[in-house]
Nanobody
Framework: QVHLVESGGGLVQAGGSLRLSCAAS????????MGWYRQAPGKERELVAT???????NYADFVKGRFTISRENGKNVVYLQMNSLKPEDTAVYYC??????WGQGTQVTVSS
């Protein structure tokens, strides 16, 4: 069973940066696909960025050029570097793997 634990959320002013981390634990024999989703109040959860087990990266259009997803070499630890944050980026950010495994979420709040 795989468990995902996020960290790194917080409060930041518009234009600032945050880095989120997600570590997978459990019975894991290989590098697993991982990604980030977010859910703002009153909205559906949406994809932010994903990284496959082979390193292929996908971004939502609204974060291209501002957010970067990366993986620690050889480990099931991924990061989401978020730059040029906007108030509309305020949401709970969730780590995900295999579409059905979710972390507990970490709050990101961007003040204007």
């Amino acid at each position: 069973q795989v468990h995902l634990v996020e960290s790194g959320g917080g409060l930041v002013q518009a234009g600032g940066s945050l880095r989120l981390s997600c570590a997978a634990s459990g019975t894991i024999l290989n590098i697993i696909p991982m990604g980030w989703y977010r859910q703002a109040p009153g909205k559906e959860r949406e994809l932010v960025a994903t990284i496959s087990s082979g390193g292929r990266i996908n971004y939502a259009d609204f974060v291209k050029g501002r957010f970067t997803i990366s993986r620690e070499n050889g480990k099931n630890v991924v990061y989401l570097q978020m730059n040029s944050l906007k108030p509309e980026d305020t949401a709970v950010y969730y780590c995900n793997s295999y579409s059905t495994i979710w972390g507990q979420g970490t709050q990101v709040t961007v003040s204007s």
